[in-house]
């Protein structure tokens, strides 16, 4: 079977662009492309035909694989060390010039570093993989956050620890969310919707209001004027958004409209696509220089 080409692969997808990286094998955002010092990818799931069956892992256990630390770095960074944390959902922020080597994994979902040689990478199946940028300064970091971690606030975290440990200003960081669940196929019931209206007040960007099934997608207003037989669609990539502005990040240096991971399975593992039984993709990003 040929390699995908982006078109192929990702026939809906309207949002911010991507490229295919090497062999088809993982995608690439251009603007951490641009940065000639680092690498980075976010895995696709996994494609037989391609010969590789190791990609992705099932469950929530995944241990690292040599494939999955190939699939990022290539000949430039063929020597890095792929770290990962034991996800938990948390606002739990990890500075890996401060762990000792055979220490790893430690629990967390956000990995920043200064250092070269080391690939963050973080998992995914519908939750959010960010990836964060100092271009000034050159820290890295790899956040995974899904509604529990943006609740949680592990974005505004990571980058208070960014400022706090590396004097990093987020005036100077670019953010790029990859490859998640999108509004067209996130429904929230009130225990996730409350919360988020709760934390997000006057921000209806986060919302589109399912009428029924089978129309179109309109605008949400708020929560309380809904009719009662809407469906609540919710936007993480928009309320990560907020977060990153809210922590400083210029408007221009945030990239939140990835491809959704359940309009595009054939592409990626998607947790609720699944109905909770799926592999999961990693995001990884590093320092060669
Ligand atoms: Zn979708």
Redesign the pocket.
Known sequence: MPVPTITTLLPRHRGDPYDLGPGGLFLQHPALAACPWLVHGFSLRDRPALGDSSFGQSGEDVKPLPIQTDFVTGPAGKNMILVRLRQCHSDGVVCLDRLAPGTLPAEGDALITHRSGLLLAVQVADCLPVLIVDRSKRILAAVHAGWRGILAGVVPRTLARMQSRYASDPGHCLAVIGPS??P??YEVGRDVAAPFEEAFRGRPELWRDLQSPGRAFSAGTGPSDNPGNSRRMLDLSAACRCQLENAGLPDKSIFSHPP?T??NRDAFYSYRGGRGSTGRMLAAIGKIC
């Open positions: 669940i999108g067209c196929c959704c359940c309009c």
